[in-house]
Structures are given as structure tokens and as C-alpha cells.
T-cell receptor, first 119, second 111 residues
């Protein structure tokens, strides 16, 4: 199974709402990622979890709160978002590896994304 | 900031022609990957080339890597209308789990 699933596919929320995005993989990958993608732009890395621990936070505002309950699941909790946070949110997973004794990322498998609209 | 820069930004070709996309990056890398994205959907991994490799093939895809010039190219031969998509290079800088995507090339293949 090489699939990464994301729910929901679409989400519309107001600026005062609290919602969560979910991501799941069953490939045994121990690195999971959240990306944000605006229209006609490349994905921008938000968070990386490695072995269920937060490894990278790309200075993301605190209204985005990631959570990795176990090695198969990754959540992104949303609270008090702004209209400019509307975007496609992509989850990915990979095997964390070593290259020359240093940490390295390998092929990432992406989910279909959640299209988020903040009103 | 994005490390990879791609050119051209957009490419329009006829079915059957070859398409070449280029990617440049700034720092040392462990590997470079190419992804395809159909409009508004998730990214599909195409090919990964490691820093000690110079060329790699997969079906109609040919990727080259020149670490001295910090550049890579993706060649799609005998293109098809179904190849219409955005193509992104992604670099994995040494020493971390970060992946940085280039700006992407939008490919249009006309039937």
C-alpha cells in the first residue's frame, strides 16, 4: 500500500472556528510532513515529524498546531485562521534515512491534499 | 526561501515532441527529485537521483544531474496529452529532513 490519505478533501471555515486536518499512511514511514501550497506556487514546507517527534517547524504561526499521535497518523489543528491561510494543504511521508552519516530525506509520498477556504 | 529555480516557467508543445525542463539549486544536496502535479491535486513522485549519480532513466523520463553546476534537467520523450501538468524539482540539502521545491514548470501538451 503506497497511499497517503487525507481528510477532509475540502474544508470551509470561519476565522473563529477550530478544525483539524488528518493524514494517514500505512507504509511504515517514520517521517511525515505538512506542506502549504498556494495557487500556481510550489509547496512550502510547514512541519516535519521524525519518529513521532517534531523535527522541523518552519516558523509557522501558532494558529497551526501539528500533532503526531502515532507513526501512521498526522494531524494539523487549525484555530483562528486568516483568509490568507486559504490554500491546498498537503501531507507527505517518507523513510528518514542517512546519507554519509547525516540525516536525509528520501522519496516522499504525497496525499491528495485538503483544499482549505477561510472566510 | 525556495532553493530550486526552474525554467522555463511554462512550456507548450505538440504531442509526440520532447519536453525538457531545467532546475538549478544553491547548496550541496543528498539527492534531487522530480514530481508531477495535476491541477489542484497531490504530487506524484517521478524519479530520484542521488548526488553521486549523473543520469537516470525511467520509462520516457531521463534525468541528469550536474553537481558542479548545481543543476538538473528532466527530459520527457514522445510526450502525450496526459503529460500536461506542473513539474517540480525538489532538493534535499545535506544534513536534514528538509525538502525544498523549485518554482515549477507548467507543461501543456497539445493533442
Amino acid at each position: 500500500d503506497t497511499e497517503v490519505t487525507q481528510t477532509p478533501k475540502h474544508l470551509v471555515m470561519g476565522m473563529t472556528n477550530k478544525k483539524s486536518l488528518k493524514c494517514e499512511q500505512h507504509m511504515g514511514h517514520r517521517a511525515m510532513y505538512w506542506y502549504k501550497q498556494k495557487a500556481k506556487k510550489p509547496p512550502e514546507l510547514m512541519f516535519v515529524y521524525s519518529y513521532e517527534k517534531l523535527s522541523i517547524n518552519e516558523s509557522v504561526p501558532s494558529r497551526f498546531s501539528p500533532e503526531c499521535p502515532n507513526s501512521s497518523l498526522l494531524n494539523l489543528h487549525l484555530h483562528a485562521l486568516q483568509p490568507e491561510d486559504s490554500a491546498l494543504y498537503l501531507c507527505a511521508s517518507s523513510q528518514p534515512g542517512l546519507a554519509g552519516g547525516q540525516k536525509s530525506t528520501d522519496t516522499q509520498y504525497f496525499g491528495p491534499g485538503t483544499r482549505l477556504t477561510v472566510l | 526561501s525556495q532553493q530550486g529555480e526552474e525554467d522555463p516557467q511554462a512550456l507548450s508543445i505538440q504531442e509526440g515532441e520532447n519536453a525538457t525542463m531545467n532546475c538549478s539549486y544553491k547548496t550541496s544536496i543528498n539527492n534531487l527529485q522530480w514530481y508531477r502535479q495535476n491541477s489542484g491535486r497531490g504530487l506524484v513522485h517521478l524519479i530520484l537521483i542521488r548526488s553521486n549519480e549523473r543520469e537516470k532513466h525511467s520509462g520516457r523520463l531521463r534525468v541528469t544531474l550536474d553537481t558542479s553546476k548545481k543543476s538538473s534537467s528532466l527530459l520527457i520523450t514522445a510526450s502525450r496529452a496526459a503529460d500536461t501538468a506542473s513539474y517540480f524539482c525538489a532538493t534535499a540539502p545535506t544534513g536534514g529532513f528538509k525538502t525544498i521545491f523549485g518554482a515549477g514548470t507548467r507543461l501543456f501538451v497539445k493533442a
